[in-house]
């Protein structure tokens, strides 16, 4: 099935404290990699939780996040977290999305973030070990 | 009056005696932050500290740096005192660990919210800070931006009871300096 024609894709270039962010309309992927510690973390992932709210509305097809984020400060946490509660919403009432997070093996401290996020949802949510660059 | 040039012999030796990685001194910006980050993850990798001995230091560095930003900024609109636009920061060795601290001028008024927070901080056990977190997490954004998330973190994050003190400067202004051991 095709995307969302409609939708515009969102892509904003990383820097040194905000990840590169990708999100595909027709392919329905949202991928963020790089590390999230921005000057004013709600201004950055306005426009992304914007985002994932108008492809949920307007397109029927699955939505998945990926993220390759080694670090996250705590208003960027708290930013992820609203996006996962919406993407939670959406699989409460049936949409297929899901979370695949990858995180480096060699950094327990990475994963251990990952999986506090999982915790506290129930949409399908893989955390892969990967180094960096893989 | 003249001032005496800067004796470097005397601050070098309190940065070795003090086993100073890095210090910074002066206003903090969004670039400073972004530019010390990576100068402390070189270090530390260098040091061949764990992946996630450097995650901790780093995160701690970074709630820290954006704690000493934010206040900051908010005090510089005030000219009557000299340097409360100035943050000073400084990582070093404890041993086999790490010490991020970090200090800068506050409002005498704001001195008892922050320390029963911090002393809060400082009686709970780790499963209580992550509860705390948790439930801080679906709390609603603090009035100056931040969520209120970072002295938990930073608690979270140390190895040791955080410590801190308010130095008495004046009758308004009291220097805040805080040491996280990771």
Partial sequence: MKGAPFMNDLIIPGSVSSPTVRLD???GTMELSGESYPQNAFDFFAPIIDWARQFLRESPSPLTLELRVSYLNTSSTKCVIDLL???EGAHKIGRRVQVVWYCDPENERAREAAEEFREDVTLPFEIRMEGPGQ | MEKAALDLYSLRRSFMDGEVLICFNGP???SIIEEIGIAVKRYLETETASRSAVSDVFAVFVE?????QSYTGRLKERKDEPGA???TLAIGRRGDSYAVSAGNMMDHSDVVGLSERLETLRNMDKPGLKALYKETLRGPRLPDGGAGLGLIDVARRAS???SWS???IDDRYRFFSLSVII
């Fill in chain 1, 85 to 87: 509660d919406l993407l």
């Fill in chain 2, 160 to 162: 040791q009871p955080l």
């Fill in chain 2, 85 to 87: 636009d100035a943050g």
């Fill in chain 2, 166 to 168: 308010f130095r008495e």
């Fill in chain 2, 28 to 30: 903090f910006s969004h």
């Fill in chain 1, 25 to 27: 309309a027709a392919r």
């Fill in chain 2, 64 to 68: 820290l740096a954006q704690n000493v």
